[in-house]
């Protein structure tokens, strides 16, 4: 991939490669000068590597990041990136799929050289894809599950122009509920690439839909007659809709695998009041979404809205999932035919292959060496999907912390108070601080990825902080026993102890919610040597036996991460430690037996 290659080029190549670009540039409508940008980088490149493959979809790799490289001044809006071409549009046309497009990109970005914040780019825009290919999966079954069978309908009969609308078939709901999903989350760039979050947002998409099927009297045909979230009357003959619009939230949570105080926090706090802003600004129209005058117009608008989206901010059309040609432009067989049962596909092995390991290779936290903490490893969990994993590993969370605060117990304060020192004042000033900074990075906008709203950063401490007071009171109780009622001052009065335990909390709470912040996110963040941080995770592991399989091998993997690396750069604690026990480096049996 990477051997030189001789610099004498073929003048045919080059004319070859130049006549595929200017029919690529054509079919996208694209200007000369990044046309001329993306040919004079692959010449460039191509005179130093050897390019396997489709010289095509090269071109597509230069020409999107000449296209990238692109700034168009707006009227009122400042300026726009990209030429207005998405991603989307030149992989279509140089019939690359997504899933390959990733693949040779990374390999294009080291031949070229680019910087740091553009690798960042794709990194997100990759992350973006696994989360909304994993949505789909879900959305599927669930779709079916509260709405008939769009491809169980008649097809429909063209019509003329001048022929009066008809209803909104089950297909264009389908189509209509997705879009809407991804033009929502799209506007939620702190949903975007969190996968706990963006799941709860299609819950509530398919709950306003559900809400607009009944509370129209015409269009609860396209209702499922089985589905558990009817009310108890619908199959009355007098079946009447109540004022207000049903919500069942709480029915998906119970069905489908969802946090219901995290999908209702989703749905109050972001959901309807964006609902109520797409009203204000007439995107969306009528009493009902799906009323014969209003469906069209609303679906027309939502999707004008999301392509306006895409080309000035997104890049990923993510209604790609819905097209005919998915399985070639994802790079993943999953094609809807009249022959293969809607919502069963997900069932198939053939479907899981490219995209499960894409995603999986992405979010595998386990340990490539068995180097530590093996023996705390559960006996294995069933195999689960990753929307339902990540749920439930919130879920195993909030059971861990369930009905405690997030502040010392009783049974701990006693114990502060049996110190010659009462640290208390001390480690609540640190617990403070760590809260601080962490919600100060957490909402911040970087290069890496967008910032979370304040909301998410405030749950997503206070669970730390429940789990930390919970975990320190597990220690000092086993630590007294061990000690025989020896005075704890001393290791309660180390300040980098509670900031490596509140770190490993914290972590383990970024990890529950599949948090793009992976580590070592929260030690850069906290300023946190790794050394220290490492000193306190089997500690962890050892005190809280709640902690789920996963969430083990997870700490496992950042265990081996800083053994590997972390713990050796140049101004790593270890060097300090090392000298101050005289360069002694204890034996594998002193390890062992400690």
Request: contains cysteine; negative net charge.
């Amino acid at each position: 991939m990477f051997e030189d290659e001789p610099h004498a080029e073929g003048a045919a190549a080059v004319a070859a490669a130049r006549e595929a670009l200017q029919a690529l540039c054509q079919e996208l409508n694209l200007d000369e000068g990044s046309a001329a940008e993306a040919l004079d980088d692959f010449t460039a490149i191509r005179g130093n590597y050897s390019l396997e493959g489709e010289v095509i979809h090269w071109l597509a790799c230069s020409l999107y990041v000449a296209c990238r490289k692109s700034i168009i001044p707006t009227v009122g809006k400042g300026v726009m990136e990209g030429n207005c071409v998405s991603l989307t549009r030149i992989l279509r046309s140089a019939k690359l799929s997504l899933i390959q497009f990733f693949s040779k990109m990374k390999k294009w970005m080291d031949m070229s050289n680019l910087p740091q914040e553009f690798r960042e780019r794709i990194e997100r825009l990759e992350r973006n894809f696994e989360v909304s290919t994993v949505i789909f999966k879900k959305f599927e079954p669930i779709f079916l599950d509260i709405f008939q069978n769009p491809y169980e309908e008649p097809p429909k009969l063209p019509r003329s122009r001048k022929q009066r609308r008809i209803p909104c078939s089950v297909k264009d709901l389908f189509n209509f509920c997705w879009t809407l999903f991804v033009y929502t989350k799209g506007n939620f760039r702190m949903i975007g690439d969190d996968l706990v979050n963006s799941y709860h947002l299609l819950l509530c998409c398919l709950d306003l839909i559900f809400a607009n099927a009944i509370m129209c009297p015409n269009r609860r045909d396209l209702l499922n007659p089985s589905f558990k979230g009817l009310p108890s009357d619908f199959h009355a003959p007098d079946f009447k809709a109540a004022e207000e619009p049903p919500c069942i939230i709480a029915v998906l949570c119970d069905l489908h695998d969802g946090l219901l105080v995290e999908a209702k926090g989703i749905k109050e706090h972001y959901f309807k009041p964006y609902i109520s802003k797409l009203f204000d600004k007439k995107i969306l129209k009528g009493e009902c979404l799906l009323d014969l005058s209003s469906f069209t117009d609303n679906s027309k608008a939502v999707n004008k809205e999301y392509e306006e989206y895409v080309l000035t901010v997104g890049d990923f059309d993510e209604r790609i999932f819905l097209g005919a040609d998915a399985e070639e432009e994802i790079g993943t067989p999953r094609k809807f035919t009249a022959d293969t049962p809607f919502g069963k596909l997900t069932s198939q092995a053939s479907v899981e292959c490219n995209l499960q390991q894409h995603f999986e290779k992405k979010q595998s936290f386990a340990p490539s060496t068995p180097l530590t903490g093996r023996r705390y490893l559960q006996e294995k969990e069933a195999v689960t999907t990753p929307v339902a994993s990540a749920t439930q590993s919130v879920s195993r969370l909030q059971s861990i912390v369930a009905g405690l605060k997030s502040a010392p117990s009783e049974q701990l304060l006693n114990i502060f108070e049996s110190c010659m020192r009462n640290p208390m004042g001390n480690i609540i000033k640190i617990v403070k601080g760590i809260g601080e900074t962490f919600c100060q990075h957490y909402t911040q906008s970087t290069d890496k990825q967008p910032g979370s709203h304040i909301d998410f950063a405030v749950n997503r401490l206070k669970l730390a902080e429940i789990l930390y007071y919970k975990i320190l009171e597990t220690i000092m109780v086993q630590e007294t026993r061990r000690l025989h009622g020896m005075d704890m001052s001393v290791l309660l009065e180390q300040d980098i102890f509670h900031k490596s335990l509140m770190a490993c909390c914290l972590e383990i709470v970024l990890f529950a919610y599949s948090s793009p912040r992976t580590f070592p996110w929260i030690i850069e963040v906290l300023d946190l040597q790794p050394f220290y941080f490492y000193k306190v995770i089997e500690v962890v592991i050892r005190s809280e036996e709640g902690l789920s399989r996963d969430m083990v091998k997870h700490l496992n993997s950042i265990e081996e991460q800083i053994l590997e690396s972390l713990a050796w750069t140049n101004n790593s604690a270890l060097w300090e430690a090392l000298h101050a026990s005289a360069n002694r480096v204890p034996s594998c049996e002193e390890v062992s037996q400690g």
